[in-house]
C-alpha cells in the first residue's frame, strides 16, 4: 500500500492429500480469500512456495500457468460468474475450449448437470436460474476439466438456508466421485463443520481447529 506495507499472510505451513477436504474460517479481511488465490495459482505469494502434485505453478511462463490452472485447478466463487449471454451447458463447458482435443467434454457436461439436478435446465439463461441453481452450475463448470484441486469461496454465501444444505451436499458428493483435494473458504460453522480438516486464519496465521 502507498507508504506502508501490509502484512496480510505469515508462516502459513501445511500439506494436504489428494483426498481430503479441508474448510477455513476467520473473521472478515483476515486473507482468507488471498490465500486461496494463492493455493490456486491466481496469485503470486511475496515469499515461500507452493507446490501441487510435485510441480510449483509459479515457476512456470505466462502460458504454462494457464493451462496448469485449467487442467489442475477447479474454481467455485460466491458470485457464479456465469456468462448471462451463455446457457447452462455452454457456461459449464467454457473451461474445455481451450483444450486441444474433445475428450467426451460433452458428455461429461451434460452427466454432471444430471448429477446437481439440472438436467432440465441444459439451455436455460442464468437469469431464469434460482442463486442456488446457478451455484450448482458453477460447481459443474468447476468440475468438468476433473481437477486435482477445487477452490471453493465463500460458495455459499448468498445462498438461503436450504440452498446452502443442497449445495455443500453436492460439493462433498462430487469430491467423493472424484477423489480430489477439496478446500472452502466459508463464514457459515455449519458448512465448516461437514469438512474432515478444519482451520481458523487469524491475524495472518493459519492454525488447525
Known sequence: MPGESLKVLSEIDFDLQAGDTASIVGPSGSGKSTLLYILGALEAPSSGRIMLDGLNPFEMDEQQLADFRNRKIGFVFQDHHLLPQ???????????LVAESDDGFQKRAMDLLNQVGLS??????????????????ALARALIMQPQLLLCDEPTGNLDHRSTEAVTSLLLELHRQQNNLLIVVTHNTDVASKFKLKYELSETRLRSL
Do not use: D
Not at 435446465?121 to 434460482?130: A, C, K, V
Open 86 to 96: 451463455c446457457t447452462v451447458l455452454e457456461n459449464v463447458l467454457i473451461p474445455t
Open 120 to 137: 432440465s435446465r441444459l439451455h436455460h439463461r442464468p437469469s431464469e436460474l434460482s442463486g442456488g441453481e446457478k451455484q450448482r452450475v
